[in-house]
Nanobody, 121 residues
Framework: QVQLVESGGGLVQPGGSLRLSCTASGSTGRINRMGWYRQAPGKQRELVATITSGGSTNYADSVKGRFTISRDNAKNTVYLQMNSLKPEDTAVYYC???????????????WGQGTLVTVSS
């Protein structure tokens, strides 16, 4: 039932900043974690940052100190503030959500369509 829509991608120069947004709709009450993943050409999809319903965050080593993930529960939206961008940050960024399945104490994954971030001079 959960659907995710990303926005905010685009072209930015090295050292610049972008803010990505992801809005969830549907059965949002069962979401216990949201995050951002990215996939660069020729590479596997990798985790960038996650945030739980309780506010706990986790970051990939490559983005620590530069990226910040945040969440607005009232708006059902998660953000990724990206500063000091590097060419190697170029990738399609995907929003992710884990929706709890209480009957088995588990979850299933929901993915957005992705938004392209290009860092180039």
């Amino acid at each position: 039932q959960v659907q995710l829509v990303e926005s905010g991608g685009g072209l930015v120069q090295p050292g610049g900043s972008l803010r990505l947004s992801c809005t969830a709709s549907g059965s949002t009450g069962r979401i216990n974690r949201m995050g951002w993943y990215r996939q660069a050409p020729g590479k596997q999809r990798e985790l960038v940052a996650t945030i739980t319903s309780g506010g706990s965050t986790n970051y990939a080593d490559s983005v620590k100190g530069r990226f910040t993930i945040s969440r607005d529960n009232a708006k059902n939206t998660v953000y990724l503030q990206m500063n000091s961008l590097k060419p190697e940050d170029t990738a399609v960024y995907y929003c992710n959500a884990r929706e709890a399945i209480l009957s088995i104490s588990g979850y299933f994954e929901v993915w957005g369509q992705g938004t392209l971030v290009t860092v180039s001079s």
